[in-house]
Each structure stands twice: as C-alpha cells, then as structure tokens.
C-alpha cells in the first residue's frame, strides 16, 4: 500500500510550515463502498517537535520545559502501527508548548495573557460568568490552553502572551485541526457505519498505588463511557491483558478536549484515549526510542486490530446489515 500525505494548518512564526500532517494509506483495488482501509483515526496531538525561534526565545528552560510537555517520540509508535494496520494517522507538528489540542480553545488563564479589546480571544477577559477574571478548567492546574507551569520548574514563560498571538495559534493551529479531524471521523463512518478516534499520548510512569501495586503502564479513557461504546473498551482491555500489560481505566486520565469533542458514541462516532508509559519505550534517559518500542509497537499494532474489527461489526448493525462480516478490512490491515 502507498502512502498518501496531506498537510493542514501552519505553525505562526515558522514561515508557514505545517501545524499538521495527514497519512492515509491508499489501496490499489478500494474496498467496496468504504475509502480508509479501516474504520480507525489515531491522531497524535502533543508530539509536535517543531519550536520557531520566537518560541523558544520566550521561554525560561526551553531545554526543560519544551521535553517535558511533549508526548515524547509517541507518534514514532502511531507511525509504525499505521504502516501495520492501514489505520489513517494525523500527527500535530506544533509542539504543546505553543497550544495544546486536547484543551478546549477557551480553557485560557486569564492572567498570562495580555488582553487586546480588538482580539476575539483578549474579549474573552474577564473570565465569562464572573466580574473578576479568573482561571478556569485545566488552566487551573497550569495544563490550559496554553501551558503556564510545570512542576518542579515553576513558570514556562518570561512575560505574558500577547492576545494577537494566542489567536493566530487558535486559528492557525487548534481550528483546522480539529476541523479536519471531525470531518475525516464522519467521513470515515459514514462509510463504515461508524468510526473510532484513537488519541494517542504517552505519560510519565505512574507512582504506586495506594494498595502497594504498581501502576498501570498503559491507561485507557473514556470519559466514563460517554465517548465510546462499552464493547470498545471491553475488548480494548481484553486485549491488553492477553499482552501482560497492566492496565488503568480513566485515571488518571480519561480523556480530554479531543474526546469531549469527537465521541459521540450515539452517531457512532466512538473515541477512546491511550496513554503508554514512556519508560516502556523510551531509553533510561526518556529521551531516545529505547529497546522497548518495538514491543510496544507490536501491542499497539494488535489492539488497533482488534479494535478495528469490533467497530466495523458495530458499524454493520447500525447499517442493518446485522452480523455480518465484511473480510476486506482485515486484509487491509495486514
């Protein structure tokens, strides 16, 4: 199978260079009414790596801080898996650092961002709902829109952004791509009958449990079952467990912006978050791909099959084609 590359979005400040890339594989004969070779998107939205010299420069520990807020070298894993799969891939190249696409566009601290009344976002202050500003959802933490603090560094950035420049980012980042990806999920099921949006991440290990057991090294979420069905994540956590893997259940992550906003499980469109343990993949450094990653890839690879299969059956019943099974998809898989 070939690949087939498209580009979205631009990175301001970069003279315009990508905010995202697209990877479809194509087929030399199409399956009979469906134009992705499986039912299932994984997008990889914090791996970006690409940081213009503005950035950068408006850092206080670029070296520190920009690593330590990326999903390091994950969307190596979701590049693998697709080539082993036929899974569509979108991977963000605008780092974290300079917005994050899991957050909701207005999930802003107030107080690191220099208001302009000429600026859509800079009319967003005060915060709505209150006289007096504020911070709300995950900005609070200092994880927003923008990533303000980081533990154990303390403050990201030098001074406060400007309210033009989170806008561009806004609009030339965070809006295309989750506008490309909304309508690549329903057009992929549309043709399937209904579609999954794996969003990939990875996290730092997790501490002991307050039980003595360690924790999980891979996390599934999904919202508590708000953004795919129960059948999903039934076989998603089947499938781990056959690999000796230990798995968490939403915490403690269970999804953020991406799921909130794509998985509407009732219009079969089904999202489910994966967080993967770097040190299982990573060197001891966590900087490096390490011995692990081919393993994981190879995990990866299989719940991405499995999961493919458990959407196109649902897909089948809600196109009332009851249980029958369509053998293309498994062959485009392999």
Same mark, same amino acid.
């Given at each position: 199978?070939?690949?087939?590359?498209?580009?979205?979005?631009?990175?301001?400040?970069?003279?315009?260079?990508?905010?995202?890339?697209?990877?479809?594989?194509?087929?030399?004969?199409?399956?009979?009414?469906?134009?992705?070779?499986?039912?299932?998107?994984?997008?990889?939205?914090?791996?970006?790596?690409?940081?213009?010299?503005?950035?950068?420069?408006?850092?206080?520990?670029?070296?520190?801080?920009?690593?330590?807020?990326?999903?390091?070298?994950?969307?190596?894993?979701?590049?693998?898996?697709?080539?082993?799969?036929?899974?569509?891939?979108?991977?963000?190249?605008?780092?974290?650092?300079?917005?994050?696409?899991?957050?909701?566009?207005?999930?802003?601290?107030?107080?690191?961002?220099?208001?302009?009344?000429?600026?859509?976002?800079?009319?967003?202050?005060?915060?709505?709902?209150?006289?007096?500003?504020?911070?709300?959802?995950?900005?609070?933490?200092?994880?927003?829109?923008?990533?303000?603090?980081?533990?154990?560094?303390?403050?990201?950035?030098?001074?406060?952004?400007?309210?033009?420049?989170?806008?561009?980012?806004?609009?030339?980042?965070?809006?295309?791509?989750? +506008?490309? #990806? %909304?309508?690549?999920? =329903?057009? &992929? $099921?549309?043709?399937?009958?209904? /579609?999954?949006?794996?969003? !990939?991440?990875?996290?730092?290990?997790?501490?002991?449990?307050?039980?003595?057991?360690?924790?999980?090294?891979?996390?599934?979420?999904?919202?508590?079952?708000?953004?795919?069905?129960?059948?999903?994540?039934?076989?998603?956590? +089947?499938? #781990? %467990?056959?690999?000796? =893997?230990? &798995? $968490?259940?939403?915490?403690?992550? /269970?999804?953020?912006?991406? !799921?909130?906003?794509?998985?509407?499980?009732?219009?079969?469109?089904?999202?489910?978050?994966?967080?993967?343990?770097?040190?299982?993949?990573?060197?001891?450094?966590?900087?490096?791909?390490?011995?692990?990653?081919?393993?994981?890839?190879?995990?990866?690879?299989?719940? =991405?099959?499995?999961?493919?299969?458990?959407?196109? /059956?649902?897909?089948?019943?809600?196109?009332?084609?009851?249980?029958?099974?369509?053998?293309?998809?498994?062959?485009?898989?392999?």
């Amino acid at each position: 199978m070939a690949w087939s590359v498209s580009e979205g979005g631009r990175i301001p400040g970069s003279d315009g260079v990508p905010a995202f890339v697209w990877r479809r594989k194509c087929l030399g004969q199409r399956l009979e009414q469906h134009s992705a070779p499986i039912p299932l998107i994984i997008a990889v939205p914090h791996a970006g790596r690409h940081y213009p010299a503005g950035l950068l420069a408006a850092m206080r520990q670029p070296e520190l801080a920009a690593r330590r807020l990326e999903d390091r070298l994950v969307d190596l894993i979701g590049l693998e898996v697709a080539r082993a799969t036929g899974a569509t891939l979108l991977v963000a190249q605008a780092p974290r650092a300079m917005i994050d696409l899991n957050r909701a566009p207005d999930d802003i601290d107030r107080e690191m961002i220099v208001p302009d009344p000429t600026v859509p976002v800079g009319r967003l202050m005060p915060r709505r709902g209150g006289a007096g500003g504020g911070i709300g959802g995950r900005a609070q933490g200092g994880l927003g829109l923008v990533p303000r603090r980081l533990a154990g560094l303390g403050e990201v950035w030098r001074g406060r952004l400007p309210a033009v420049e989170l806008q561009a980012r806004i609009e030339d980042v965070h809006v295309p791509y989750h +506008a490309a #990806l %909304a309508d690549e999920h =329903v057009a &992929v $099921a549309r043709d399937w009958g209904a /579609a999954l949006l794996l969003d !990939l991440h990875s996290m730092p290990p997790l501490p002991v449990r307050a039980d003595g057991e360690p924790g999980g090294t891979f996390v599934l979420g999904d919202r508590f079952g708000a953004s795919c069905a129960t059948r999903l994540s039934g076989a998603a956590f +089947a499938h #781990l %467990a056959s690999c000796g =893997v230990r &798995v $968490a259940h939403n915490r403690p992550y /269970a999804g953020g912006y991406g !799921l909130e906003r794509h998985g509407r499980r009732d219009s079969g469109l089904h999202a489910m978050q994966l967080e993967i343990d770097r040190s299982l993949y990573l060197d001891a450094a966590l900087a490096e791909p390490g011995e692990g990653m081919a393993g994981v890839i190879e995990i990866v690879s299989g719940l =991405v099959r499995r999961l493919a299969g458990e959407v196109a /059956a649902l897909g089948q019943v809600a196109s009332g084609r009851g249980a029958q099974t369509n053998q293309g998809w498994s062959r485009a898989a392999e």
